[in-house]
């Protein structure tokens, strides 16, 4: 059972203490789930371009899946619990559910109009940008290290955008970033809110995107079965499984290992689009992510050097 303000008093330290005493096949256990929740996101790309459904039609199903999903899930694990684990998350848990409905609608409209690789890879300044928006609204330290490799992501994307200014793709590139500020934005709730439960959280961002998308326009009766069984997958396995996964393994390994990990999405969500699409991203986005990438891996191996591999108490699922 997932630790959190609604499962007892422990303190964050003693959350911690008890995570640091997991045996070594629960930190393998973790080192699993957290790459199988990499390999789950990774075909979200993949699975979109597959789809002849629009954006909002396509949002609606993939939302309406992955609520369905993701309730059955808390349903079944905190049994008689359900209801109050959604009142309990009060106006952080709406917040965040707000922030990752912004990140799954902006991630739909971004591949419409840009390369796979272009958008997967300016996602992964979700890191970066929740340090700034931690510094802004909590006053959070950020380390040298992090601000250098802030600016380094920084040049990654100017690399990567630089011919694209008042294109289609450039308008990808914004919802791509939209998607990071979504996550970064996610981040700093939970930092600020431990006691809010993800799960129950992403379950609303679901219905959020879904009503969202029926406003703007969804058109659910012009799927087709294909496209609905696509998008079953797609809400089903890539999202709500993905976040099943990742929430439980990022648990029991360090966090700076679970944000390594989890770039395996950003490199393995390429080259599915590429075997199957031939999607070329182009020099400048190769270029420009790898700057990206580089600059978050290296600043993800300086923490776990430092840290010692600690394992954190991470937010309550």
């Not at 129950?200 to 679901?206: I, K, Q, R, S, V």
Request: hydrophobic letters at 55%.
């Amino acid at each position: 059972m997932a630790v959190g303000q609604d499962s007892g008093a422990a303190s964050p330290d003693k959350v911690a203490a008890a995570i640091d005493a997991l045996p070594v096949e629960n930190r393998k256990l973790g080192l699993i789930l957290v790459i199988l929740a990499a390999l789950a996101w990774s075909s979200g790309g993949l699975l979109l371009r597959s789809v002849a459904t629009d954006p909002w039609t396509t949002i609606f199903w993939r939302s309406l899946f992955a609520a369905v999903t993701l309730f059955l899930f808390i349903l079944i694990r905190d049994r008689g619990n359900t209801l109050r684990l959604f009142l309990g998350m009060g106006w952080p848990g709406v917040l965040l559910g707000a922030c990752f409905a912004t990140a799954s609608t902006s991630f739909v409209i971004a591949v419409q109009y840009t390369t796979i690789a272009n958008v997967l890879l300016l996602q992964s300044l979700a890191p970066f940008l929740a340090g700034i928006m931690g510094l802004i609204f909590m006053r959070e330290h950020v380390e040298r290290r992090t601000w250098i490799a802030m600016a380094a992501a920084i040049a990654g994307v100017g690399i990567m955008v630089s011919n694209t200014l008042g294109t289609a793709s450039f308008t990808g590139s914004l919802f791509a970033i939209l998607i990071a500020f979504g996550f970064g934005g996610a981040t700093v709730v939970l930092r600020y809110n431990r006691h809010v439960r993800m799960t129950p959280a992403a379950c609303l961002a679901t219905l959020l995107a879904g009503t969202f998308a029926l406003i703007m326009g969804a058109a659910p009766g012009s799927a087709s079965l294909q496209d609905v069984g696509l998008l079953a997958l797609l809400g089903t396995g890539q999202l709500a499984l993905g976040m099943i996964l990742y929430t439980t393994g990022a648990r029991l390994i360090p966090a700076a290992e679970s944000a390594l990990l989890a770039n395996i999405e950003v490199v393995l969500g390429v080259v599915w689009v590429w075997i199957v699409f031939a999607e070329d991203p182009g020099v400048r986005t190769l270029i420009g992510g790898s700057v990206i990438l580089a600059s978050l891996v290296g600043h993800s191996l300086v923490d776990l050097r430092r840290g010692g591999g600690r394992r954190v108490a991470p937010p309550a699922t």
